[in-house]
Nanobody, 120 residues
Framework: QVQLVESGGGLVQAGGSLRLSCTAS????????MGWYRQAPGKQREWVAA???????NYADSVKGRFSISREDAKKMVYLQMNSLKPEDTAIYYC??????????????WGQGTQVTVSS
């Protein structure tokens, strides 16, 4: 049974920082690529950042240089450090396993997400 639990969201002013956490109860966590995704109101869910099982990271252009993804395999956790936040970062943030590293597509199981709201 797959369980993804995200936390750490909140309300922050533009320019501020937040650190999101994800606990991922899924088989083979240490050999899976993991990613963060987000969905803004009225928009489709989009990929934000990914980290391979050996630590290679990749970021969407919109967050490159501001966000940092990391993982802690012993605890089956994934983190997203978000700095210099902008109002356009406002969204519900989700973590998931990366099904296809080339397309950053995720599996069809999602947690409840964590809300990030950035005020201007």
């Amino acid at each position: 049974q797959v369980q993804l639990v995200e936390s750490g969201g909140g309300l922050v002013q533009a320019g501020g920082s937040l650190r999101l956490s994800c606990t991922a109860s899924l088989n083979g966590f240490s050999i899976r690529g993991m990613g963060w995704y987000r969905q803004a109101p009225g928009k489709q869910r989009e990929w934000v950042a990914a980290i391979s099982h050996f630590g290679l990271t990749n970021y969407a252009d919109s967050v490159k240089g501001r966000f940092s993804i990391s993982r802690e395999d012993a605890k089956k956790m994934v983190y997203l450090q978000m700095n210099s936040l902008k109002p356009e970062d406002t969204a519900i943030y989700y973590c998931n396993a990366v099904k296809d590293w080339n397309t950053r597509s995720a599996y069809d199981y999602w947690g409840q997400g964590t809300q990030v709201t950035v005020s201007s």
